[in-house]
């Protein structure tokens, strides 16, 4: 399995987005701490996790998944989201 980054630009704010943070909570790991974007674990490649997104969102949206190698630096989250994203790196 492979960890992948999902941003989402949401361009409508009038509509309920839940469907979609439900939906990317579904993989088998999943990290969000900041705004519409997740850090998550699959065997999904980026163009089917982009697909599998797309479903939930507005042609208008901006959609983007990226590989992550597994090194990463951050600061200012909580200590349990911080566990959370070295597990899904």
């Known amino acids: 399995m ?3 980054i999902i941003r989402v630009d949401m361009r409508d704010g009038d509509r309920d987005y839940g ?3 439900d939906a ?3 993989f088998s790991g999943c990290w969000n701490e900041l705004d519409d974007m997740w850090v998550v674990r699959t065997s999904l ?3 089917e ?3 599998f ?3 939930f969102v507005d042609l208008e949206d901006g ?3 990226g590989g992550l190698s597994g090194e ?3 600061r200012g989250f909580s200590d349990p989201g911080s566990q959370v994203l070295k597990k899904v790196l």
Request: hydrophobic share 50%.
């Open 2 to 4: 492979n960890s992948y």
């Open 19 to 21: 469907k979609l943070h």
């Open 24 to 26: 990317i909570r579904t």
């Open 45 to 47: 490649n980026a163009a």
């Open 49 to 51: 996790i982009r697909d």
């Open 53 to 55: 997104v797309k479903q």
């Open 63 to 65: 959609v983007f998944v």
């Open 72 to 74: 990463a630096a951050w």
